[in-house]
């Protein structure tokens, strides 16, 4: 029996406003524990929500980057619930009018690109947050409550953990371009939750799982995966799932249920009172639309077209702004489009990978990187050399050409020098000469090697190849 396993997402995304949804406390995250909330980021009776005009102008920007339609109306529901995070017992949302709806983004899968849907982006309120401590205790910060969010709602197009993680990935940088949300999933920031159930070849199909608050990529494809294998058991077992809400276990690689899955009358939705109608005039979005700066599949096909680098390189530098600016910097001064990318995919990527940092936390900056390629350009140091040299630079912070001079890394390109050194180990090695003439290569590569090892790494590498060559046709 074939399964199909569908999955959709449910991210919310903190908007970079500088003052919450409704009131004008600050957003700033962190800061002592209830200083940055008032009377109505806690629903006190009496205050009035004020609607951020710059709140709404992201969740548009946001919208028109998913290729989504802008509602021309919309409003604010309220989402009655209680948790001891939402003090006021409602979350001011949108239930029947979202701000934005029907939209799409495509990701690369291993059968080519897919078009994953967006039903809808709405706005809502975040709530506080609650910390519980180990004696049993348990602790409100409500400076979260009221900050801005949009939650983008895809459709169950995705089909498997790798197409949600590419999915996230793509949204994640989008955001991060038009300078909507910060997207810090350590901060909060960017969290997602997941459904997902599988339908057997025979038409069976088990009932949705939400799987709520995952703050990393990797929790989400873990959760995917541990519920695809535990719906894919029921059906062959010939039983159902429950549908349930339920938390990621880290720890123990499992699902918990935490409870049954809640409909939208749960939540008793009435337009929010307090709030009117908006109206969103086709001027106020093309203004949002021009303040659009190059998103990145756009940015991708420039990267592509005008630097000549592989489609798949430019995506991994793309995915990135800060990595697509500094790789950007970096080739208007080196000049080389094609020796920085190559740096970039092996020494820069490894590095951030080993040390889990991202390109702003390099201690050197573009300007350093374009004068290590410079050094190889010019045949001052060699690839080998230049690999040595970024990692110190990456350790210590230091200027290339200080390395470079520290270590005496400064190759040999006196041709008469090289060609010395030439002629000393073709001497050396009369075997490879014999092994040479009878059409083994790999001799030619050892008597490189033999050259370069007299030499400390130093002799330039093209010359060498070269001179050995000549030599060698000349026997």
């Known amino acids: 029996m074939n399964y199909r396993t569908l999955v959709g997402l449910e991210i919310h995304a903190e908007l970079l406003t500088e003052s919450k949804m409704f009131c004008t406390c600050s957003t700033e995250f962190g800061g002592d524990v209830n200083t940055h909330c008032c009377p109505i980021c806690i629903g006190l009776p009496g205050t009035l929500p004020v609607i951020n005009k710059r709140a709404i102008e992201f969740a548009i920007m946001a919208g028109l980057s998913a290729n989504c339609k802008i509602a021309k109306k919309c409003k604010m529901d309220r989402k009655n619930y209680f948790y001891p995070d939402l003090p006021k017992a409602y979350q001011i949302s949108q239930y029947d009018m979202p701000i934005c709806t029907d939209g799409y983004m495509e990701i690369e899968t291993e059968s080519g690109v897919k078009k994953i849907g967006i039903e809808r982006i709405h706005m809502e309120e975040d709530t506080g947050k609650s910390l519980h401590t180990e004696d049993g205790s348990s602790l409100l910060n409500y400076n979260r409550c009221g900050v801005p969010l949009i939650e983008i709602v895809s459709r169950p197009d995705m089909a498997s953990a790798a197409e949600a993680t590419a999915f996230l990935e793509k949204l994640k940088a989008i955001l991060e371009y038009i300078e909507v949300s910060d997207v810090k999933m350590e901060q909060g920031s960017l969290r997602c939750d997941v459904n997902v159930n599988v339908v057997a070849d025979d038409g069976r199909k088990t009932e949705i799982a939400e799987i709520k608050n995952l703050n990393s990529f990797k929790a989400a494809a873990k959760a995917i995966e541990y519920e695809t294998a535990r719906h894919i058991e029921a059906l062959e077992d010939g039983e159902n799932t429950l549908k349930d809400t339920r938390r990621w276990d880290d720890v123990k690689g499992v699902t918990v249920s935490m409870r049954s899955k809640e409909y939208a009358n749960d939540y008793r939705y009435f337009p ?81 990978k080993e040390t889990d940092a991202n390109i702003t936390d390099m201690p050197f900056n573009s300007t350093d990187f374009a004068n290590l390629l410079k050094f190889v350009i010019d045949g001052t140091i060699s690839n080998n050399m230049a690999k040595k040299v970024f990692r110190e630079m990456a350790e210590t912070g230091k200027k290339p050409e200080k390395v470079i001079e520290e270590k005496g890394m400064k190759q040999i390109t006196d041709e008469s020098a090289i060609e010395e050194i030439v002629v000393r180990v073709i001497s050396e090695n009369p075997q490879s000469i014999e092994d040479y003439k009878n059409g083994k290569d790999r001799a030619l590569g050892f008597l490189v090697g033999q050259v370069m090892k007299a030499s400390k790494g130093k002799a330039a590498p093209q010359t060498v190849n070269r001179l050995i060559r000549d030599k060698l046709s000349n026997l």
């Open 272 to 352: 929010e009172p307090d709030l009117v109608e908006m109206e969103i005039s086709e001027e106020w979005i093309e203004l949002i639309r021009k303040e659009l700066p190059e998103l990145p599949e756009a940015k991708k096909e420039r990267f592509v077209k005008l630097y000549g680098i592989p489609v798949y390189d430019a995506g991994v530098i793309v995915s990135s702004k800060a990595l697509a600016a500094f790789y950007e910097d970096a080739v208007s001064r080196a000049g080389d489009a094609k020796l920085a990318s190559n740096f970039i995919m092996t020494e820069v990527l490894r590095r951030l």
